[in-house]
């Protein structure tokens, strides 16, 4: 059974950086598509950045220049590294990865809460 988790969220002040990470049970990082949501108060989820398996990512414009998505391989974990963190980047953060034969199956991990504080 596959099993996504994340941490590393938490509470920081405007400018401040936090790094998410995602582990995985039974999951190899790599091959199928992975993405980063993010689930504003009062809004729906969003893509906050996307890795596809031939390793491109794509970043929202709203994160962009400020957050980078990555995979460390020797600890098959995803990491999200936001940096220059505005009030308005405050919301529970998700990682999803793509699986199992042709990448159809979807896992989710349970989210993470960040929340930026002016």
């Known amino acids: 059974q596959v099993k996504l988790v994340e941490s590393g969220g938490g509470s920081v002040q405007a400018g401040g950086s936090l790094k998410l990470s995602c582990s995985a049970s039974?999951?190899?990082?790599?091959?199928?598509?992975m993405v980063w949501y993010r689930e504003r108060p009062g809004k729906q989820k969003e893509v906050v950045s996307k890795l596809s398996g031939d390793g491109i990512v794509n970043y929202a414009d709203s994160v962009k220049g400020r957050f980078s998505m990555f995979v460390d391989n020797a600890k098959n974990t995803l990491h999200l590294q936001m940096n220059s963190l505005k009030t308005e980047d405050t919301a529970v953060y998700y990682c999803?990865?793509?699986?199992?034969?042709?990448?159809?199956?979807?896992?989710w991990g349970g989210g993470t809460q960040v929340t930026v504080s002016s």
């Open positions: 039974n999951y190899i990082f790599g091959t199928c598509e």
């Open positions: 999803q990865a793509d699986g199992g034969p042709k990448c159809l199956y979807n896992y």
